[in-house]
């Protein structure tokens, strides 16, 4: 195992990181955006009220997006556990 095998290892493992991460990520500072407009427009300032729909958004996203994040995990996995010959001579 070489310095660059793990370099590549940690960039593709942040760059997968990365990619699971953005659907929940990117419904909740939508959602937000959203609710803070709805805040600014009726002067409502309850910082609990952007919770709930935040928790909504986010879920909503993973139910969407669960099934394309469960198969880039399972991918992901495979990749590494087909690279153990290559890793451990």
């Known amino acids: 195992m070489t310095d660059q095998y793990v370099l590549d290892l940690v960039s593709r493992t942040i760059w997968v990181l990365l990619q699971l991460a953005a659907p929940p990520l990117v419904a909740a500072i939508v959602t937000g955006l959203i ?37 880039t995990m399972v991918g992901f996995a495979t990749r590494l556990m087909n690279e153990i010959p290559y890793v451990a001579r």
């Not at 805040?39 to 997006?65: C, D, G, R, W, Y």
Request: net charge neutral.
């Open 35 to 71: 609710v803070s407009i709805f805040q600014a427009a009726t002067q409502i300032n309850e910082q609990t009220l952007s919770f709930i729909p935040k928790i909504l958004a986010m879920t909503l996203a993973m139910v969407i997006a669960g099934p394309w994040m469960l198969q």
